[in-house]
């Protein structure tokens, strides 16, 4: 059974700073895709970043990057130059492919608060 | 283009009551996905439809939960009668169907329905 670990509940950092946000995962499926979404205290889940097993280099969106390591089984976020309004839940994300669902299984979460 | 849009945001029920919500999927998308985050837990697949076909359900938790999606446009979930532990925030989510390139297919999801059972 597939299963995503955020071992960080919170975080803090300062604004303009770098920040990782971890995420582990395990999957017996050697195609699977890694998803973030960030949930501000609004509610709404928002889609953040991409990594598929079979690609070759990092994902990148603006100032989010996804450093993947696949041996290690490791997908963290990595935001640069952090803002306050970065400040919500992150939530990691795996969907297995070969097996044809497409349900997607998510992490515990990590709290992220940008300091002034 | 206009998001998913979940209906009603918050919902305040007493143990054995009805309570439906809906859901309205962008525009175009044929995958239909609910989720629900109950207290201190994480973020839990319920079910997935292909426009109005149920595809995936083995998440849905008893047969209280009753999940519809008439002529594959917006979805309702309704759970009767509610107990107490089915208090928690209900996503939905929609992806674009398979005539598209393969790709991350990724789900965007709606504000959510927070469901209060007392």
């Known amino acids: 059974a597939q299963k995503i670990t955020q071992t960080q509940p919170g975080m803090f950092v300062q604004e303009k700073e770098a920040v990782t946000l971890d995420c582990t995962y395990d999957t017996s499926d050697p195609s699977y895709g890694l998803f973030w979404y960030k949930q501000p205290s609004s509610g709404e889940m928002i889609f953040l970043i991409y990594q598929g097993s079979y690609d070759q280099q990092n994902a990148t969106e603006g100032r989010y990057s996804l450093n993947f390591q696949k041996a290690r089984k490791s997908a963290n976020l990595v935001i640069s130059a952090s803002q306050l309004g970065d400040s919500a839940m992150y939530f990691c994300?795996?969907?297995?492919?070969?097996?044809?669902?497409?349900?997607?299984?998510f992490g515990s979460g990590t709290r992220l608060q940008v300091q002034p | 283009e206009a998001g998913v849009t979940q209906f009603p945001s918050h919902s305040v029920i007493e143990k054995g009551q009805t309570v439906t919500l809906r859901c309205d999927p962008i525009?175009?998308?044929?995958?239909l996905y609910w989720y629900r985050r109950v207290m201190g837990k994480e973020i839990k697949f319920l079910l997935h439809f292909v426009k109005e076909s149920k595809q995936d359900e083995s998440g849905m938790p008893n047969n209280r939960f009753l999940a519809e999606r008439t002529g594959g446009t917006y979805s309702t979930l309704k759970v009767q009668p509610a107990e107490l532990e089915d208090s928690g925030v209900y996503f939905c989510a929609s992806s674009q169907g398979p005539g598209m390139k393969e790709g991350p297919r990724v789900q965007y999801f709606g504000p959510g329905t927070r469901l209060l059972v007392l």
């Open positions: 994300a795996m969907r297995e492919r070969d097996t044809g669902r497409r349900a997607l299984t």
């Open positions: 525009s175009g998308h044929d995958n």
